[in-house]
């Protein structure tokens, strides 16, 4: 099988490498921040591209595209550009294992700090047609009661921009859909990509991490297909030992039915009948 990637020059702020490589500048890390929730982010901790989680050796590990913290809270972001499966599932999973990340062991559960999963999705996520879908646990009876359990997931539908009112929001959005900057920020943005696509040591990493990828694709497409003859070996044996059984038993049973057919045609009796009784054909019974 083989894999294509998208030449670099061609690359977006969307495109998860491009995502995570400008998103290392703290400036314009705490600025999609800011924007995304209107809120102010204090001194944040260096982001870290394509960070890993996984706490226990037969868990489920993650991988995520930026995840930052300031003193108070922790963030990440993930930029989907196709509606996986399950996504609703995907962020609580997400932020337990945030949760599981930064509470370490003997702390208490007071010192689990604000946590954020956001999804920035180029398709509406919910279909509800709106730029943005915040959600928070509150009490079913009472809508005014939160938990206040300090998490939030946020969903963006970029393709919304033009419903949000907030104008650094909504030129976000844009440039997100559209790749297209009309703020001073998405312009600084604009600019890191295309000077990232010329620098070589950006382009040089790029196409390392497509190559590794490769290979790992094709040592797993190999593997796979090593199980999967193994497999059919195994299966073919167990096959063939059933099919003999069953030719076994059906050249038994007509041995039978040819010796039961003599029997009943030295008693005289018509082909007709013997025919009835054996299941023989009656060409097969006159070369008796």
């Known amino acids: 099988m083989e894999y294509t990637y998208k030449p670099v020059d061609e690359l977006t702020f969307t495109d998860d490498f491009m995502f995570g490589t400008v998103m290392k500048n703290k400036v314009i890390c705490k600025g999609v921040l800011e924007r995304l929730l209107h809120i102010k982010v204090g001194k944040i901790e260096y982001p870290s591209l394509q960070k890993t989680i996984a706490p226990f050796y037969e868990s489920k590990g993650i991988r995520l595209d930026v995840y930052v913290s300031d003193p108070e809270r922790v963030f990440d972001i993930e930029i989907q550009t196709t509606l996986p499966p399950s996504l609703p599932k995907r962020t609580r999973y997400y932020q337990s294992l945030m949760d599981v990340d930064n509470l370490l062991r003997g702390q208490s559960y007071a010192d689990l700090k604000e946590s954020y999963v956001i999804f920035i999705c180029t398709q509406d996520p919910f279909g509800r047609g709106l730029p943005v879908y915040e959600f928070r646990n509150v009490c079913t009876a009472d809508g005014t009661l939160f938990l206040d359990d300090k998490s939030v997931k946020v969903f963006y539908n970029v393709g919304a921009y033009g419903k949000e009112d907030e104008p650094e929001l909504s030129a976000l959005l844009e440039y997100l859909c559209e790749r297209r900057a009309t703020s001073g920020f998405t312009q600084h943005i604009d600019e890191l990509v ?8 950006f ?9 590794h990828e490769d290979d790992l694709r094709r040592e797993s497409l190999q593997l796979g297909e090593k199980i999967g003859f193994e497999r059919g070996i195994r299966k073919g044996r ?3 030992l059933l099919q003999g059984r069953r030719d076994g038993i059906a050249a038994g049973a007509y041995q039978k039915a040819r010796e039961t057919a003599k029997i009943l045609s030295g008693m005289q009796l018509s082909i007709e009948v013997i025919t009835k009784a054996t299941g023989l054909s009656k ?6």
């Open 283 to 288: 060409a097969e019974i006159e070369k008796l």
């Open 194 to 201: 295309e000077k990232a696509k010329r620098n070589e040591k």
């Open 203 to 211: 382009r040089s990493r790029y196409m390392s991490l497509n190559i």
């Open 238 to 240: 167990r096959d063939g």
